[in-house]
């Protein structure tokens, strides 16, 4: 079993408290947040999905059950889940909530940061901005088609340069003089960088050169002229980088906030939204003990309308072979996405 990468625990052996979880299960890593009900958070996983959100998943509610106390599927009282497999996870554990990751980081971000007014969001393969006003979300956008400045991309030019990613924003403060770096994809940013190399340049002044384009890409591209407000909260995993920090505090002009979860703020905001959702129902959380069956997914399209849904549904393993989507038989461990609920 994979362990988490960054693991955040301070949950007493003795749970007394109704907690709430949520999964953050994005592109390329799955966040798992655990809060009580003063939205305390008080257990944080960040892992690599490695392909695989289901399998990824399931570790991390293994991990819990191995590293947590006896009784804490017992004091789970509701689950959401974010992230670009939502869907998938909630049918996968019996989540009671689904939401977009637009509304899980603006939450997470204004719990900490309640006057928070700019939510600058960087994940492994999408960037996004949220406007908020009072705790509300006004507006948002996320990046198109382009990946210059993920997660994902600075991972790739840290291993092709050889330098190790958690110390790439290290490097672009070290630098000491500038270096100009197009940053309007991801194929210019590579040539231009192998560019200067060849010319000399020292791998501090391309580092520092490509945060900086990739900041003010991000700027052009995702906040598309939009007018950015401080307080500025910063979040995802590119957050980590301080090269990064540094180019939007010098592009915007004001102090940039990253709260020390900033890591898992999508996972935290749906844990909140799971506790506000389920307001002291019974949860459908199917518990810890998903991690250990042997799902897999699948899929068909309705015929019984005009809207003919693609019908998505797990299946155990062993029983894959039997069955073809629509057979209402114990095979079938959920099924989602039909628009009129059937099922």
Request: hydrophobic residues 35%.
């Amino acid at each position: 079993m994979n362990e988490p990468e960054f693991i955040k625990n301070i949950l007493s052996d003795d749970v007394d408290d109704k907690l709430y979880l949520g999964i953050d299960v994005g592109s390329v890593s799955t966040k798992c947040a655990i809060i009580n009900e003063r939205n305390e958070l008080l257990y944080a996983t960040w892992t690599r999905n490695d392909g695989s959100p289901i399998v990824s998943t399931q570790e991390n509610l293994k991990y819990m059950e191995e590293v947590l106390p006896d009784n804490i599927e017992k004091s789970i009282c509701g689950v959401g889940t974010t992230g670009s497999a939502r869907y998938l996870i909630k049918a996968l554990i019996g989540a009671d909530i689904a939401k977009p990751e637009i509304i899980a980081h603006a939450i997470g971000a204004s719990t900490y940061t309640p006057d928070v007014r700019t939510v600058l969001e960087i994940g492994g393969q999408d960037s996004k901005v949220i406007l908020m006003k009072n705790g509300i979300v006004t507006d948002f956008n996320m990046n198109s088609v382009c990946a210059a400045g993920t997660g994902s991309f600075l991972d790739h030019q840290a291993l092709r340069i050889k330098v190790p990613i958690e110390e790439f924003g290290d490097y672009a403060l070290r630098a000491e003089e500038e270096v100009s770096i197009a940053g309007r994809c991801t194929v210019f940013a590579e040539s231009d960088m192998i560019s200067k190399q060849q010319e000399g340049y020292s791998k501090e002044s391309i580092i520092k050169g490509l945060c900086k384009a990739l900041v003010r890409n991000y700027l052009n591209n995702v906040c598309k002229g939009k007018k950015l407000y401080p307080p500025f909260v910063f979040q995802g995993g590119v957050a980590a980088n301080s090269g990064i920090k540094n180019a939007f505090e010098e592009e915007l002009g004001y102090e940039v906030i990253i709260h020390e979860n900033y890591y898992v703020m999508g996972a935290f905001g749906s844990a909140i939204l799971a506790k506000e959702h389920v307001n002291g129902q019974i949860s459908s959380f199917h518990g810890l003990k998903v991690s250990e069956m042997n799902l897999a997914p699948g899929s068909f399209v309705c015929p019984d309308c005009a809207n003919r849904c693609t019908v998505k549904y797990l299946v155990r393993e062993e029983d894959k072979s039997i069955v073809t989507g629509r057979e209402k038989d114990d095979a079938i461990f959920a099924r989602w996405n039909s628009r009129c609920g059937k099922w």
